[in-house]
């Protein structure tokens, strides 16, 4: 993890170096590293190497002078990567002037605050004066503020970050409570109206089953009626046959008896 990434030309290697030692402070009692491209290992891809501690940094400290502003791979390479961060990400991007040079010229370079006053290069001092030494000094104490306000924003945005899935698990869990509670509505719903429909299906049972009881006794009550019908016309249909019986006895008597007294009513009338 890079925290502090350092460019500069290989010509301004005396500041960059200068600059590390106080640096290093920071590196060793704050726990912040520091990065600059003589740290990559024998054998290791070197652009690639930049590329990822660019994409990781907090600050990038830029060592301003003539020979830096003319690199090729830093104007090309290194800039456009610490500008793109700076927009995006919040990058602090720290320009030191250690060379007098026309950094006023250099439009992106034109519009940032600088670690020294007014942007004036740290080659006004003489080398390894006091002077110098106290401004590297504040230099460092300043990108360690910088590293802290990157460090409690990083925690910040952590906090942020675990509230944010805190709400958003308690919202599922929440979601998964009234999901469970409507389904179990729904069971209980579902329950009811088969419950509802076993109850209309008894009792259609039950009322079928009457009816096919009373429809039995109707026809019960239908044949002991057609029965005693049939039983009177027999009985009427015998007495009617007594009758003509009777009649016709009667008249066989009667035609009898007037064949019998016929010859003395013939007599009586002769006479």
């Known amino acids: 993890m890079t925290d502090i990434f350092i460019s500069y030309s290989h010509k301004d290697e005396k500041w ?50 003539p020979d830096f502003l003319i690199s090729e791979f830093v104007c090309r390479q290194e800039i456009p990567k610490f500008l793109a961060r700076r927009s995006e990400d919040g990058l602090r991007v720290i320009p030191l002037v250690v060379e007098p040079c026309p950094w006023r010229a250099v439009g992106w370079l034109a519009s940032m605050q600088g670690a020294t006053k007014d942007n004036e290069p740290l080659a006004r001092h003489r080398w390894d004066s006091y002077e110098l030494k106290s401004e590297l000094s504040d230099v460092a104490l300043k990108v360690f503020d910088q590293l802290k306000s990157a460090r409690e924003e990083e925690v910040q945005s952590l906090e942020a970050e675990k509230q944010a899935l805190a709400v958003g698990q308690q919202r599922l869990v929440d979601v998964k409570a009234q999901q469970q509670l409507r389904q179990q509505k729904e069971q209980v719903e579902r329950e009811r109206l088969q419950q509802e429909k076993e109850v209309a299906r008894r009792k259609q049972e039950e009322q079928d089953h009457l009816s096919a009881q009373q429809h039995l006794e109707d026809e019960r009550e239908g044949s002991a009626e057609t029965a005693e019908n049939w039983r009177r016309c027999e009985s009427a249909d015998l007495q009617r046959k007594k009758r003509l019986v009777g009649a016709y006895v009667l008249l066989v008597l009667f035609v009898g008896v007037v064949a019998w007294l016929s010859p003395y009513l013939i007599g009586l009338f002769v006479r």
Do not use: N
Request: no cysteine.
């Open 16 to 65: 960059k170096d200068a600059l590390q030692r106080q640096l290093q402070v920071l590196q060793l009692h704050a726990d912040f590293k520091v990065w600059d491209d003589r740290q990559i290992e024998m054998g290791d891809g070197w652009l690639k190497e930049i590329e990822s501690a660019i994409a990781v940094a907090k600050v990038a400290i830029l060592l301003v002078s």
